[in-house]
Antibody, heavy 123, light 103 residues
């Protein structure tokens, strides 16, 4: 079964750090771009970051640049999000997703999602 | 950066209705668009990719169209399980969402 399972969420004080993990199974993890998407309470979806198969490209939404770092371990079939200098506005459910990327002028979407892990930034 | 604006942000409809949701891009972007359905407490589900291609397993009452700056998601006959929030997305950004509720 194709599956993504996030972990590592929790309650953290403003200015603190947290590392999220996403464990993949049922597919060849090293063949896909991977993304992090978050959803603040009662709000819409926000794309956070993504990473190319070999790690040679990474992209971030402006609001997290310099604070968050996406990484992956293809041998361990895992995706990570290191979050530093956390702010109240980072409070959200964080999802990892398999991103099929773009080619030939088309975007193929994110077809596999985890169940999400909740990050709460509060004192 | 390209911005995506969905309309309406909320709509009330009945079972059997035809529903259309629009996603407008601030700049032309070919067919770089996907649509998702999200139900409360659940992860999003991919419905449409490449603007108009139905994801495997998604009912044929869902369809997507458009290119450039204007895209639409249509549900031809709304079913009880379709009441949810719908998002358009291009690489790097999501639209604001459209919540479809029961009239």
């Amino acid at each position: 079964e194709v599956q993504l399972v996030e972990s590592g969420g929790g309650l953290v004080q403003p200015g603190g750090s947290l590392r999220l993990s996403c464990a993949a199974s049922g597919f060849t993890f090293s063949s896909y771009w991977m993304s992090w998407v978050r959803q603040a309470p009662g709000r819409g979806l926000e794309w956070v970051a993504n990473m190319k198969q070999d790690g040679s490209e990474k992209h971030y939404v402006d609001s997290v640049k310099g604070r968050f770092t996406i990484s992956r371990d293809n041998a361990e079939k895992s995706l990570y999000l290191q979050m530093n200098s956390l702010r109240a506005e980072d409070t959200a459910v964080y999802y990892c997703a398999r991103d099929l990327g773009t080619r030939d002028g088309y975007y193929y979407g994110m077809d596999v999602w985890g169940q999400g892990t909740t990050v709460t930034v509060s004192s | 950066d390209i911005q995506l604006t969905q309309s309406p942000s909320f709509l009330s409809a009945s079972v059997g209705d035809r529903v259309t949701i629009t996603c407008r891009a601030s700049q032309g972007m070919s067919s770089y668009l996907a649509w998702y359905q999200q139900k409360p407490g659940k992860a999003p589900k991919l419905l449409i990719y490449a603007a108009s291609t139905l994801q495997s397993g998604v009912p044929s009452r869902f369809s997507g169209s458009g290119s450039g700056t204007e895209f639409t998601l249509t549900i031809s006959s709304l079913q009880p399980e379709d009441f949810a929030t719908y998002y358009c997305q291009r690489p790097g950004t999501f639209g604001g969402g459209t919540k479809v509720e029961i009239k």
